[in-house]
């Protein structure tokens, strides 16, 4: 079954940069939405009900990545969605903070596109077919 | 190591680092100096990220116009041939990136560190000056013949007073 993945950064450039490497994955996805910060990416959790996977930065204006990997746990619609943090927070305090909010992977700006696949790949077997 | 050699260092290895992975380029080298007092006037791009905490600076990126459009060429795989809203947008990713990986070196040896949202400017003839009194540490990376150009300057914030976390009666790794 083909999936919805969301990409959630206040950089267009990292937006398309992740848009090609989740092409590239092999994944089977139907589509791909953005979202420039945390608000807009619960926007999108609203009006898209099919997105089964959220990649998201830490670092952005109006609500940060943190904020929004929270308020996707505690919702009973959303909580089962894998949240993936791609940043370029390396710190133990930003890792460790997602891990307690139920990060499903942290991924260090800057990426390879093998780095995403592997990552995803851990993560997403079953969920999705890679 | 002084902190200042750190940071040079900590510049050059993520500058080769960012660029290898994200743009497909091999960028060594960078040549070291200080820069005081009144700032060079710019022409072409610069975007500046602010560093926040114990320590508190600014880091910056500058460059031509022709290497911005090449940044984003490379980064976006599209073809970039006039600063428009995705070249400044990849110059502040590539200021995210660089600084936000010498801001992961710091905290192993300063402690916490907070991150701003990157600002860019273009335009011609501008001076950029940080109202802190601190020297710019600047390393200059030569591109195709043009200098891509990335400073940093960082100083104790008053409550701090060199607060590092070291075990006490060990020796400091950065002479301030």
């Not at chain 2, 994200?22 to 060079?40: K, Q």
Request: hydrophobic share 40%.
């Amino acid at each position: 079954m083909d999936s919805d993945v969301l990409v959630v950064d206040d950089s267009a450039a990292i937006r398309k940069i992740l848009q090609r490497v989740l092409r590239q994955t092999g994944m089977s996805i139907r589509s791909i939405h953005e979202a420039g910060d945390g608000q807009e990416a619960l926007e999108q959790l609203r009006n898209q009900p099919g997105i089964q996977l959220v990649l998201t930065d830490i670092n952005m204006p109006k609500m940060d990545g943190l904020q929004l990997l929270a308020a996707v746990k505690s919702s009973s619609d959303w909580h089962h969605i894998p949240v993936v943090m791609i940043t370029t927070e390396g710190g133990e305090s930003k890792v460790g903070e997602a891990v307690k909010l139920g990060a499903a992977g942290y991924v260090r700006k800057p990426f390879t596109a093998d780095q995403i696949k592997e990552k995803l790949a851990g993560i997403l077997e079953p969920v999705l077919p890679i | 190591m002084s902190l200042q050699d750190f940071i040079v260092e900590s510049i050059r290895q993520s500058v080769a680092q960012v660029f290898s992975t994200m743009l497909g380029s091999e960028l060594g080298g960078g040549e070291f100096s200080l820069e005081n007092g009144t700032p060079e006037v710019n022409d072409g791009v610069v975007s500046f990220i602010g560093v926040a905490g114990a320590w508190a600076g600014t880091g910056s990126i500058s460059c031509s116009p022709t290497l911005a459009c090449r940044i984003c060429s490379q980064m976006l795989m599209t073809e970039s041939s006039a600063v428009d809203e995705d070249v400044l947008d990849a110059v502040a990713e590539l200021t995210n990136m660089v600084i936000g990986s010498v801001k992961t070196d710091l905290e192993g040896q300063l402690g916490p560190l907070g991150l701003s949202i990157p600002t860019v400017v273009f335009g011609k003839n501008f001076r950029a000056k940080s109202a802190g009194t601190t020297e710019w540490i600047v390393v200059r990376f030569p591109w195709d013949g043009e200098p891509l150009v990335i400073k940093m300057c960082l100083a104790p914030t008053e409550k701090s007073g060199h607060a590092l976390p070291h075990a006490i009666g060990t020796t400091c790794p950065l002479e301030v």
